[in-house]
């Protein structure tokens, strides 16, 4: 195996690059989501409640742990 990836390095120096780049773990990128609650209330001053496609949200500008969506 790693006489064929020494081979491919050689004829192909850029494959090395795209080859690193797929095998980055999905832990690196944390996205905060959103809580799903059967009642979503207000948790601060900076929360708003929005209802989007017919499902009640709560964005904070303050705080955005504090983002909720009602289901």
Known sequence: ????RS??????PMFGMF??????PALTTMIRTMKVRSSVKKLCDGCTSVRRRGKL???C???KKHKQRQG
């Open 1 to 4: 195996m790693t006489l064929l």
């Open 7 to 12: 081979l491919v390095q050689q004829t192909r």
């Open 19 to 24: 080859q690193q780049q797929l095998y980055t």
């Open 57 to 59: 949200f709560v964005v």
């Open 61 to 63: 500008s303050k705080n």
